[in-house]
């Protein structure tokens, strides 16, 4: 059993037999209600020989005759399938209907003449040399009818003189031929060019040749599909392995949404199948729209059973709803404001018998209106409301500025007290010991970077003093007739570590005090262009070791900005610095001068020799360098101190790197 339940297999035959059992059940129904209808099944006539040919081809003439009368009352002549072929002194006037534009199926196998007995104008779908004689051989026809002279001449029992009052509730129809004569007949050839006559006749002929069958089709397609829909009722929703019912994605849809999908999807396809009964389409394109259209029907039907099912089994029916969860959401919140009202803080509270005391008061001052005094008193108490919120606000919008002005930086900040009350107060209290202790934490930080800074200083004039002496030392000893081939090469390693250790001790003095700010800075005009010059001229010999060639792009025009000149040139210095150490040989080194009107970018571009394999971010930190290592030359407080001086004097330092290509920009206010 729990096998037969989980069985995919099974239930995919089920949903394909499913339309395949309607469809027969449709077509077994429909035969049981022609053959109650119409005799002529059980009869086994001949389709040309039964009344729904009969009533089909009557109308299919009605149709003609209301049309050629349209168009001799010069009603609607544009749209009409009329066209004039034939008009001169030797020749009545004839008008054809042309069925490839306008797309008159029906009556594509047909032949008619229309005659106006006033003035003798033919309007027919025949091209003929002599449609007199066409008139007379009418009656020769296999099927035919004619009306002339008042009365009706046809092989058609059921649409003779006699019978035809029958079709209407009256004879009124006949009043359309008045003043008009028809001769018609029925091309069987042609049959097949006309959806509805060759359609009908299939279906005809399937019910003449299978008119038992319904005795035994019907029952057995019922019990079928009962069956089918008990196992699908039971089955659905369960999964081979799994526990409980699977609810998908489309299971949790709003209900009444799906639904009113479903219908509408299916509400298009029943008007599609509808219209293809008028379509110029023939044959199997016909039958392939309506089983399309059939199919597609299903199967919106089918999902939504198939959803509805599951929802129901999986207890999620009701839940399933749009307005249930709308419903819901709402009960949550009216419950979440209870809540919040009976347990929550005090001025949730106090906000809540506020805002109810406001309400109740309102009505109660609301149903007084017919008082003078109720309108007074009503309008004195929205007043004083108002004036309450506006006080609350502004109290609240002190404490905002407060705060702010705390996020900003601002060391003294203060609230009083005395003119808050209730829980603003409270909250006054709160940002007044934040603000004391936030400048507290700035004296102390401020303490503690005087105190490194005083380290620093101190350490590195101790280390400065001894490494002086060995500087000297080194120098003396330079001097000396060496025989030793080796100690002269410990003495240049010694010479050049010793110069180095100098020049990361001055940097990192250097560092301190910028980024404390103990510098004293002498702003006044600096040329540019001549400070870049002549830096340029100073590196000339390093570039030249490293094979780098320099490509300056300056204006013509003198770029004049305020700086320090001592630190802005040691900004410069430390960039072109950097590209002797870290650019690759063989290469172009851009430096770049652009006056904006006002500002001054000095941009700076090299390919670095090693992978950088670090952020831009990372770079501008002290004691870091491009390549992670630390066995190049440098102390990786270049650039911190480029950015501090810069920074220190208004300016702004920014670097970028994209793949090998570092670009170091100075932006100075004009």
Same mark, same amino acid.
């Given at each position: 059993m729990e096998k037969l339940k989980s069985s995919s297999l099974l239930r995919a035959i089920c949903y394909v037999a499913i339309p395949l059992l309607v469809l027969i059940l449709i077509v077994s129904i429909a035969h049981v209600s022609l053959v109650s209808k119409y005799g002529e099944v059980s009869e086994r006539k001949d389709y040309l020989q039964t009344e729904n040919f009969a009533h089909l081809y009557y109308n299919t003439i009605l149709s003609n005759v209301l049309n050629v009368n349209s168009y001799r009352n010069n009603a609607n002549r544009r749209y009409s399938p009329y066209r004039e072929i034939q008009n001169d002194d030797n020749h009545q006037a004839i008008y054809y209907e042309d069925n490839s534009r306008y797309?008159?199926?029906?009556s594509k196998c047909m032949d008619y003449i229309i005659l106006d007995k006033e003035n003798g104008t033919i309007y027919t779908n025949m091209k003929s040399n002599d449609y007199q004689k066409e008139m007379q051989s009418m009656k020769d026809k296999k099927t035919y009818w004619n009306y002339t002279q008042g009365q009706i001449q046809t092989n058609m029992e059921s649409i003779n003189q006699d019978n035809i009052k029958f079709l209407y509730s009256s004879s009124s129809s006949l009043e359309e031929f008045e003043e008009i004569e /028809?001769?018609?007949s029925f091309n069987t050839k042609l049959m097949a060019t006309s959806a509805s006559f060759s359609m009908q006749q299939k279906i005809y002929d399937i019910?003449?040749?299978?008119?038992?069958?319904?005795a035994y089709l019907i029952p057995m397609t019922v019990i079928a599909l009962a069956v089918i829909f008990l196992y699908l009722c039971f089955s659905i929703g369960h999964q081979k392995g799994k526990e409980g019912i699977e609810l998908s994605s489309i299971d949790r849809f709003p209900y009444e949404i799906l639904v009113t999908i479903s219908f509408t999807i299916i509400g298009i396809l029943?008007?599609?199948m509808l219209a293809s009964f008028e379509s110029s389409a023939m044959g199997n394109l016909i039958y392939s729209i309506w089983l399309l259209c059939y199919l597609g029907s299903y199967v919106s039907l089918a999902v939504l059973g198939i959803t509805t099912i599951k929802r129901i089994k999986a207890k999620e029916?009701?839940?399933?709803?749009? /307005?249930y969860r709308i419903f819901r959401w709402v009960k949550r919140q009216i419950a979440k404001v209870v809540t919040k009202?009976?347990?929550?803080?005090?001025?949730?509270k106090r906000i809540t018998f506020f805002y109810l005391g406001f309400v109740l008061l309102s009505i109660f001052l609301g149903l007084m209106l017919g008082s003078g005094i109720a309108i007074i008193l009503l309008l004195v108490f929205w007043i004083w409301v108002y004036y309450q919120l506006l006080q609350y606000g502004k109290k609240m919008e002190t404490i905002q500025n407060a705060l702010k002005d705390i996020y900003e930086g601002k060391k003294e900040v203060y609230l009083n007290e005395e003119e808050l009350a209730g829980m603003l107060k409270?909250?006054?209290?709160?940002?007044?010991?934040i603000a004391g202790g936030f400048s507290n934490a700035i004296e102390e930080s401020l303490k503690s970077e005087r105190l490194k800074t005083e380290l620093i200083t101190n350490v590195s004039h101790d280390i400065k003093t001894p490494l002086t002496s060995i500087i000297n030392y080194v120098d003396l000893l330079k001097e000396e007739e060496l025989e030793n081939p080796k100690t002269k090469e410990y003495l240049v390693v010694l010479d050049k570590k010793s110069q180095q250790l100098k020049k990361l001790i001055e940097d990192l003095v250097e560092a301190s005090k910028v980024s404390s700010g103990n510098v004293k800075l002498k702003m006044e005009t600096i040329d540019l262009k001549e400070l870049l010059n002549q830096i340029r001229g100073e590196f000339e010999d390093r570039f030249e070791q490293r094979h780098l060639s320099i490509d300056m792009n300056l204006p013509k025009e003198d770029v004049k900005i305020q700086a320090d000149d001592r630190y802005f040139y040691r900004i410069i210095e430390n960039l072109f610095s950097n590209v002797t150490k870290y650019a690759m040989e063989h290469t172009r080194v851009y430096i770049e001068l652009v006056n904006t009107g006002y500002e001054i970018h000095l941009i700076m571009k090299n390919i670095s020799k090693e992978k950088l394999n670090i952020s831009a971010d990372e770079l501008m930190q002290r004691f870091v360098r491009g390549d992670r290592s630390r066995y190049?030359?440098?102390s990786g407080l270049g650039l911190s101190i480029a950015q501090s001086l810069t920074e220190l004097q208004g300016g702004k330092f920014q670097i970028s790197i994209d793949g090998d290509l570092f670009k170091a920009e100075i932006i100075w206010k004009k």
């Open positions: 797309n008159s199926v029906t /028809v001769y018609s019910f003449k040749d299978n008119r038992n069958a319904t029943c008007s599609i029916f009701w839940h399933s709803f749009l /307005v009202a009976i347990d929550g803080s005090h001025m949730s409270r909250m006054a209290r709160y940002i007044n010991d190049t030359e440098g």
